[in-house]
């Protein structure tokens, strides 16, 4: 599960990397809160899975109820950034959140 979010945050970085090129600093900012949007709830569901793992109280009720929570708080820091950062690009902001999102299914395409 590290790995997976390890993955998403080297995509995220280069999603920024390319919309600095195309759309300059506010795109990079952009393409990276989008991607840090996904990366940093998935790090604390990840974290807590390990946890309860660790501790012996992992439970199918407790993956579900993190995994509200993981959406719930991807939504609230899209909500967050699009409130905050008054330079956003759109476009580049929904291409970290895809990019980010999509990182999993790359790295198994490129290992097939």
Known sequence: MFRAVLHQ??????AAGVAWFWAGQHGAVSAAL????????NL???LSLWAA??????SVAGFFVGELIKVAAT???LVIVAGAYRD?????????LVVALKANLLVILIKA
């Open 9 to 14: 945050s080297v995509a995220t970085l280069l």
């Open 34 to 41: 989008g991607g840090a949007a996904i990366v940093v709830p």
């Open 44 to 46: 604390l569901f990840a």
């Open 53 to 58: 793992a660790r501790s012996g109280r992992a």
């Open 75 to 77: 939504l609230a820091l």
């Open 88 to 96: 956003l690009n759109w476009l580049a902001l929904l291409a970290g």
